[in-house]
């Protein structure tokens, strides 16, 4: 059963700092992996798609990687702003049996401070 | 464009009362899903249609029912509520097998 990790749990930076979120995943057989920002009372908003052919993947500030061999996926928040505070998280859909569900980690409660 | 669209957005229910949630998305997707979000848990999946005519469980179906109505919508139901299922309910549409999922605004339901 594929399992999704997110570390740290929350993360406090000064705005403008660049910073990198992490995910992790036990199941290397991929088709790929999603990353998206929740709002508090809110729902998710996809961010970034990533194919499990792909290294990376980029929209503006946000740039995520991929590595299927070491089960890792990044994603690095270019120049923090305020209105970047939010919880990101990643979810892998896994192929073979049960490759219709995305699997999610529990998230990354980020705080960019002014 | 609406997506993603659920209703209702609040609901307070009674132990052992009944309720449906609605979903529909307008992207024309094949795939639709419900989801719960739980403080520590993360999203685990309830239920979900590959296509129109097909449903299957996810992860924590017990308590659940669900209808797929046509290829827009999706119905979660909720025959005798429990204090247990007082949650964040998501739901969340995808076309192709390696496109993106969009999900709705969610329903807060609580069981009192």
């Known amino acids: 059963k594929q399992e999704v990790t997110q570390i740290p749990a929350a993360l406090s930076v000064p705005e403008g700092e660049n910073l990198v979120l992490n995910c992790s995943f036990t199941?290397?057989?991929?088709?790929?992996l999603q990353w998206f920002r929740q709002d508090p009372g809110k729902g998710l908003t996809s961010l970034l798609l990533?194919?499990?052919?792909?290294r990376e993947q980029t929209s503006g500030r946000l740039n995520a990687s991929l590595d299927k061999s070491s089960g890792r996926s990044t994603l690095y928040i270019a120049a923090s702003q305020p209105g970047d505070s939010a919880t990101y998280l990643c979810?892998?859909?896994?192929?073979?049996?049960?490759?219709?569900?995305?699997?999610f980690g529990k998230g990354t409660k980020l705080s960019v401070i002014p | 464009n609406a997506g993603v669209t659920q209703t209702p957005k609040f609901q307070v229910l009674k132990t052992g009362q009944s309720m449906t949630l609605q979903c529909a998305q307008d992207m024309n997707h094949n795939s639709m899903y419900w989801y719960r979000q739980d403080p520590g848990m993360g999203l685990r999946l309830i239920y979900y249609s590959a296509s129109e005519g097909t449903t299957d469980k996810g992860e924590v179906p017990n308590g659940y029912n669900v209808s797929r109505l046509n290829k827009r919508e999706f119905s979660l139901r909720l025959e005798s509520a429990a204090p247990s299922q007082t949650s964040v309910y998501f739901c969340?549409?995808?076309?192709?097998?390696?496109?993106?999922?969009?999900f709705g605004q969610g329903t807060r339901l609580t069981v009192v």
């Open positions: 969340a549409s995808r076309g192709q097998m390696n496109t993106e999922a969009f």
């Open positions: 990533i194919q499990s052919s792909q």
């Open positions: 199941d290397s057989a991929i088709y790929n």
């Open positions: 979810a892998s859909r896994t192929s073979g049996a049960g490759s219709y569900q995305l699997t």
